[in-house]
C-alpha cells in the first residue's frame, strides 16, 4: 500500500509540472509578422539626398531584442535571487555548496528542480558502545524531496526517507516515513519555511521522532565578484529531534505516536526549541558551516566538486566539546562522549 502511495503521490507531482503546451511547440518563441510593404503609409517628400536609400523589412521582435541588449551592456547585477536547492542554494541560477545539514533553509526551492536526492552517513550513533565507521556503530539516511508547486516565490516539496542504510538495529531499507517543506519569499532578503522531517511514519522501526520546524532565512553578499562570498543565516524552532531533552524548552505539543520526547503522562506529544545554523559560503565551490540543531552542533564544510554540476559533499564534526550539550552524557558510553562525524553527498534534477 505504501509504494502505490508514493507511486501515485510521484506521478501527480509529475503531470502536474508538465509544460504541455511546450511539447507540441517546435520553438518556444513568439512570432510578431512585419508590416508588408503595401501597407505602409507613403508621403511625398521633396528633400533631396545623395545616395539612394536600401529599403528592407524589418522583424519588430529582433528591433525589441537589439534594444534590449543595448540597455544591458554596462548594467551592473546587484540583485541576487537565492533559491533552495534542499541542503544548498541556487544564487542567480548558480549553485552553491550546501549552507546546512541538520537545520533546514527556509529559502524557496529553485524551480529548475524536480527532485532531490541526499544520502547523509554519521560515522556512530551516540548510543552504540563502538568505534566511529564500525559496522556496529555507522548508519544513514537516504532523502528523496520532489517538486509537488513552485511559482518561483512559492514552494512545495515533500520528502521521503528511508531511514536505515545498513543494519545496524534495523534491515535495510527499513524506517520509510514522509516530511515537507513549504517556503515563502516575503522579501528579497528574507525568507520563512514550515514543514517537517519524518512526519508520517510507515512502520515501528523509525527512532526519529516527528520534527516539525518553522524557519526563517536571510543572506549577506559580502562581496560583487562573479561568484560572491554571501554569509547565511537560518533560524528558528523545532519539535522532538530539534527539540531534544534540554533544548525543548520552549513549550509542548501533540505530535504523533513514536516521539523521542514524549513524557508518561503524554507519550504522543514532543518538546520544542531552538534550532539555526551560521554559513559563509566563500564562493560557489566552498562554505564553513556550523549548525545547532537541539539533539547536538556541529560544525564542517561542504564543497562543489564540479563546476558545472549540482553535486555537494560535506563533512561535519560533533560532539568534539567535552560536558557539552550536558544531556548528552547520559546516552554516552561511560557517560563520556567522543566526536564523532557525519556528512552529506546529494545531488538535484
Partial sequence: MFKIYILFLSLFSFIINLNIPNLFAEKNEVKIKSNSLKKLNWEYSDSNT????????????????????????????????????????????FYYPDISNYVPNAFVEDPNKFLGLSARGISKTRICNGKNFSKDCIDGVLDLDFKLFNNDNFSIYPKISMQSLSSRGTAFGEGFS?????????????SIA???????????????????????????????????????????????????KGNGFLFRTPCGSNSLTGTIDEPNSCSWGPIGSVSLSLNDRFSIISEWFGYSYGTGFSIRPFKEDS???????????????????????????????????????
Fill in 178 to 190: 514522509l516530511g515537507v517543506k513549504i517556503a515563502k519569499e516575503i522579501s528579497p532578503n528574507w
Fill in 194 to 244: 514550515i514543514g517537517g522531517e519524518n512526519l508520517a511514519h510507515f512502520d515501528k522501526t523509525i527512532d526519529l521522532g516527528h520534527n516539525f520546524f518553522v524557519i526563517a532565512s536571510t543572506y549577506l553578499p559580502l562581496n560583487s565578484r562573479e561568484n560572491p562570498s554571501i554569509l547565511f543565516l537560518n533560524l528558528g524552532i523545532g519539535s522532538d529531534f530539534y527539540g531534544y
Fill in 50 to 93: 545623395k545616395e539612394q536609400l536600401n529599403w528592407h523589412e524589418a522583424d519588430s521582435e529582433d528591433i525589441y531584442k537589439e534594444q534590449i541588449k543595448i540597455k544591458n551592456i554596462n548594467r551592473k547585477t546587484n540583485f541576487f535571487s537565492v533559491r533552495s536547492t534542499g541542503k544548498g542554494v541556487t544564487i542567480n541560477g
Fill in 311 to 349: 553535486i555537494s559533499v560535506s563533512l561535519f564534526a560533533t560532539d568534539y566539546i567535552n560536558g557539552f550539550p550536558k544531556y548528552a552524557e547520559d546516552f554516552c558510553t561511560g557517560g563520556v562522549c567522543e566526536t564523532r562525524f557525519y556528512g552529506t553527498i546529494g545531488i538535484n534534477f
